[in-house]
């Protein structure tokens, strides 16, 4: 349904910072949920950030907490993931997802409650 294209990755230093973006199709992504996640080789893919319809409510797991802060422009379609301080354990595919239409932010979300996918892009932090 909603077609969403990552961009910003690329290869940091350690303690450096990237800003990661996902522009959606379609004329909103207003009565979504937005996310990230993130999946490296040999791993689960693993929740990074997600950030309720209007941009209130924010929730991180400890990993990236106070490191990274998920954003949204709802008039452009564009969520961001501001990445400061990273380290090379961050080093990973990134992926934005877009919840269900009308599906609300009640907590740390699963990947199930996602229904539209990026494609990904690699985000590597060299130490």
């Known amino acids: 349904q909603v077609t969403l294209v990552e961009s910003g990755g690329g290869l940091v230093q350690a303690g450096g910072s990237l800003r990661l973006s996902c522009a959606a199709s379609?004329?909103?992504?207003?009565?979504?949920?937005m996310g990230w996640f993130r999946q490296a080789p040999g791993k689960e893919r693993e929740f990074v950030a997600v950030i309720s319809w209007l941009g209130a409510r924010t929730y991180y797991p400890d990993s990236v907490k106070g490191r990274f802060a998920i954003s949204r422009d709802n008039a452009k379609s564009t969520v961001f993931l501001q990445m400061n301080s990273l380290k090379p354990e961050d080093t990973a595919v990134y992926y934005c997802?877009?919840?269900?239409?009308?599906?609300?932010?009640?907590?740390?979300?699963?990947?199930?409650?996602?229904?539209?996918w990026g494609q990904g892009t690699q985000v590597t932090v060299s130490s």
């Open positions: 379609g004329r909103t992504v207003g009565r979504r949920i």
């Open positions: 997802a877009a919840g269900r239409s009308g599906s609300g932010l009640t907590g740390l979300p699963n990947m199930s409650e996602f229904d539209s």
